[in-house]
C-alpha cells in the first residue's frame, strides 16, 4: 500500500508543473489553497515533508467535527497542487517495529 501511495505522489509532484493556475484548476498559490480549505472545511495542516525535487506534500485534515482530509504538493514556485481529498481521515498511532531476532 504505501509503495502504491509512494508511487501515486511521485506522479503528481513531477505533474504539478503543469497544472492550471486557474481559479478552477487543482492547483493555485498555496496561501489560496489553505484558505479555502480552512473557510469551507476546517482544515489545517497535520503532516509535512519533502520531496527529492523540492516539492513539499502536506496533509491537511478537519477539525473534531469534521473528519476531511486533503492532500496537497506545493513546487519550489509556490504553486500547490490537490492530489487527494476525500472523508472519515483518521490519525493512527505510529507502528512499533520488532526489534532483534524474529526467531
Not at 501515486?8 to 493556475?21: C, D, L, Y
Not at 476546517?42 to 503532516?47: I, R, T, Y
Not at 509556490?78 to 532483534?100: N, R
Request: glycine letters at 10%; a neutral charge.
Amino acid at each position: 500500500m504505501r509503495t502504491i501511495l509512494t508511487a501515486a505522489i511521485a506522479v503528481m509532484i513531477a505533474m504539478a508543473p503543469f497544472g492550471s493556475a486557474t481559479a478552477q484548476g487543482p492547483c493555485q498559490d498555496r496561501r489560496t489553497i489553505l484558505a479555502k480549505l480552512a473557510k469551507d472545511f476546517n482544515e489545517a495542516p497535520v503532516a509535512i515533508g519533502m520531496a527529492a525535487n523540492g516539492g513539499v506534500l502536506e496533509v491537511l485534515a478537519g477539525g473534531a467535527n469534521k473528519n476531511s482530509f486533503t492532500i496537497i504538493v506545493t513546487m519550489p514556485n509556490g504553486l500547490a497542487c490537490m492530489l487527494a481529498s476525500g472523508e472519515h481521515f483518521e490519525m493512527l498511532d505510529p507502528v512499533q517495529t520488532a526489534k532483534g531476532d524474529p526467531a
